[in-house]
């Protein structure tokens, strides 16, 4: 059984930092893509980033480059995800994604992931 639990959400104010961290069991994590997507109220689930199996390609929306940073630690079977400069739309919860595929891509469709966490709340303040 294939889980995904994420943590390090919580409130902060615009232009502040925070690190999301997803602990991933029940499968060969070093196999796999991972993805972080987010769903804020009202709103569509929409990709955040995402990193291959291998660590070394990594994507990201637009919204997001050049202030959020996926990674990984696959001694840990941990994927991170470093966010610096929050700002107010950047509230939403988030949620880590394991890839459908063994040797994946960092694919931004949705589709791409099997296995999904329950989600970490990101508030920021303005």
């Known amino acids: 059984q294939v889980q995904l639990v994420e943590s390090g959400g919580g409130l902060v104010q615009a232009g502040g930092s925070l690190r999301l961290s997803c602990a991933a069991s029940?499968?060969?994590?070093?196999?796999?893509?991972m993805g972080w997507f987010r769903q804020a109220p009202g709103k569509e689930r929409e990709f955040v980033a995402a990193?291959?199996?291998?660590?070394?390609?990594?994507n990201y929306a637009d919204s997001v480059k050049g202030r959020f940073t996926i990674s990984r630690d696959n001694a840990k079977n941990t994927v991170y995800l470093q966010m610096n400069s929050l700002k107010p739309e950047d509230t939403a919860v988030y949620y880590c994604?394991?890839?459908?595929?063994?040797?994946?891509?960092?694919?931004?469709?949705?589709?791409?992931?099997?296995?999904w966490g329950q989600g970490t709340q990101v508030t920021v303040s303005s």
């Open positions: 990193i291959s199996w291998s660590g070394v390609s990594t």
């Open positions: 029940g499968r060969t994590f070093s196999r796999y893509a």
């Open positions: 994604a394991s890839g459908l595929r063994t040797y994946g891509g960092a694919y931004y469709y949705a589709g791409e992931y099997d296995y």
